[in-house]
């Protein structure tokens, strides 16, 4: 069975300064999809980038960027330039197996001090 | 268009009431999911669907019971609902199972709050 790890329930970041939310997972796959979702006060599940594991260049999308580590089975996702509506619920999830289940960390609460 | 649409956003019953949570989707997916977000933030999936076909189904009391009349709904009926019930039910879909290769992306209805009182 796949899992998922964050680590950090909460974290604090100034604004435009620059942060690292850590996730790691445990799968046998070899093919899977790993994604960074964000969850504002709004409740809504926004996806924020995605990582093929067969890809072996990093996910960039403008300021968001991930460090994918296969062999750790790492995925860490930086945010620079901390904008205020950064604040929110972030979650790592992985994407695999043959009953395509897609599964969620715990989370990491972003707090962005102005 | 929403592309993922889920009623009501909000229900307030009491205990022991049946209700239903209503999605639909008009993407064109074939894969459809009911999750449950605890007080803690943590999302655990309850069932997926594929083509109208139960392919997951979680650790979930058999007072829950998935309904998919067509690709395009998922619908989510609770009988005799518990205090322990409440929590945010999220619907989503995705185009297909897993599938090397392709780009793969779940979108997520806005979430129905659930209350028991």
């Known amino acids: 069975a796949q899992t998922v790890t964050q680590s950090q329930p909460e974290m604090s970041v100034q604004e435009a300064e620059t942060v690292t939310l850590s996730c790691t997972y445990d799968t046998s796959e070899s093919d899977y999809y790993l994604f960074w979702y964000k969850q504002p006060p709004s409740r809504q599940m926004i996806l924020v980038i995605r990582q093929e594991a067969y890809k072996q260049q990093n996910a960039t999308e403008n300021r968001f960027s991930v460090n994918f580590q296969k062999a750790a089975k790492s995925f860490s996702l930086k945010i620079s330039d901390s904008q205020l509506g950064d604040a929110a619920m972030y979650f790592c999830?992985?994407?695999?197996?043959?009953?395509?289940?897609?599964?969620f960390g715990k989370g990491t609460k972003l707090s962005v001090k102005p | 268009d929403t592309a993922v649409s889920q009623t009501p956003k909000y229900l307030v019953t009491q205990m022991g009431n049946d209700k239903s949570i209503k999605c639909e989707q008009n993407l064109g997916h074939d894969t459809m999911y009911w999750y449950k977000q605890d007080s803690k933030k943590f999302l655990k999936i309850m069932f997926s669907y594929n083509n109208k076909e139960l392919i997951i189904n979680e650790t979930v009391p058999n007072r829950f019971s998935p309904k998919s009349p067509d690709k395009a709904h998922l619908n989510l009926h609770i009988n005799s609902l518990e205090l322990g019930d409440s929590a945010v039910y999220f619907c989503?879909?995705?185009?297909?199972?897993?599938?090397?290769?392709?780009?793969?992306?779940?979108?997520f209805g806005q979430g129905t709050r659930l209350t028991v009182v």
């Open positions: 989503a879909s995705s185009q297909y199972l897993f599938r090397y290769g392709t780009v793969y992306e779940a979108f």
């Open positions: 999830a992985f994407y695999g197996g043959s009953q395509g289940n897609l599964i």
